[in-house]
């Protein structure tokens, strides 16, 4: 019983922050994403009868601290949903995401992981149970089952039976195109779960922040319908501040930026203003995302990789869902 699958990250234009679940990952609000084809990972799972415990390989290299536990406590999902709860797997990942970087590298891991071991359980799920599935184990990698402009619905429920995702429009509705600036593929002092639970419980800036959500969807979702990048741009950059304020404000504060996240940003309103549409976006991470227009990306592109301190800049374009080989 084997299968592989590929998924891809996603960059949030409405940021995933907070939740009012923590075992169920259930969020505090609806958001939503884009899929991006530069970044992805492929994933290997073959459940076995001669094992004894799982196996898990990222890289071709073995783990054992608690990115293992992760993996076999959402492969206890799995088992649990197909009633094999004795039958464990051996995992070989290869990940094309700077890890824990600000790069949602656990939203196509988790993504890659669940479409693999459902396939190879033969579970036949639909992309919305895979969806659910998959949310348990990374909140953002629910949205990674599908490709383009993806919404993950927060849900009512207690049980989470309402809270997965949907396609907005697909991946060849519109081509916006993303710049992964990457400042450092060094691990982050605060991981995203540490910061959306310290900023729900401490910081007077949040409940602020989930009441401007539904109209920042609202927005932006007409924007992705009349492919208005203006519009898309101003919001997704908005939404993006507002969620990083929420950090300022925890206790004790923290913020994932870097100086040179800060000169990304300067470098972008200037662009803005020198009439080259541009608009960035920052995840839990120092790394910058940037958003433009297929004619602007040679100078869009020559522009950013001149900033003191930027390593690199990866290019996407909007990304596939989760396809299996």
């Known amino acids: 019983m084997k299968a592989t699958a590929k998924a891809h ?3 949030a234009l409405i940021k995933y922050w907070g939740k009012r679940d923590e075992k169920l990952i259930l969020p505090t609000n609806n958001s939503l994403s884009l899929t991006l084809d530069g970044f992805y990972t492929k994933t290997t799972v073959e459940f076995r009868e ?20 992760r993996v076999t406590k959402f492969l206890d999902l799995i088992r649990e949903y197909a009633q094999e709860k004795t039958l464990f797997a ?25 479409a693999a071991a459902a396939r190879a359980l ?20 629910c949205r990674s089952i599908y490709g383009g402009f993806v919404e993950w619905h927060k849900g009512m429920e207690l049980d989470g039976s309402d809270s997965y995702a949907v396609p907005v429009s697909p991946q060849d509705h519109w081509d916006v195109r993303v710049a992964a600036v990457v400042l450092s593929a060094k691990m982050k002092k605060v991981s995203s779960r540490e910061g959306m639970r310290r900023t729900v419980e401490t910081s ?4 602020s922040w989930v009441d401007s959500i539904p109209s920042d969807l609202e927005d932006i979702k007409q924007g992705i319908k009349e492919r208005d990048f203006e519009k898309v741009g101003q919001i997704a950059e908005a939404n993006c501040l507002k969620m990083h304020a929420t950090t300022l404000g925890a206790n004790p504060p923290f913020t994932y930026w870097h100086d040179t996240t800060l000169a990304v940003m300067q470098t972008v309103q200037q ?24 004619e602007n990306e040679e100078k869009v592109q020559d522009i950013l990789r001149e900033i003191p301190g930027v390593t690199d800049v990866k290019l996407s374009r909007s990304g596939q869902g989760v396809t299996y080989i």
């Open 9 to 11: 990250t996603n960059i």
């Open 50 to 69: 001669d094992l004894t415990e799982d196996i898990f390989y990222l890289d071709h290299k073995l783990v054992t601290d608690e990115q293992y536990h």
């Open 90 to 114: 051996e995992v070989h990942s290869i990940n094309e995401v700077p890890t824990a970087a600000g790069f949602a590298s656990s939203a196509s891991g988790f993504a890659a992981l669940a």
């Open 122 to 141: 033969n579970l036949g799920l639909s992309d919305q149970e895979l969806s659910k599935i998959t949310r348990q184990g990374s909140g953002s990698a």
């Open 204 to 207: 007077p800036f949040f409940s």
């Open 271 to 294: 662009l803005r203003e020198n009439g080259i549409p541009a608009y960035f976006t920052i995840d839990a991470g120092p790394n910058v995302k940037v958003l433009y227009l297929p």
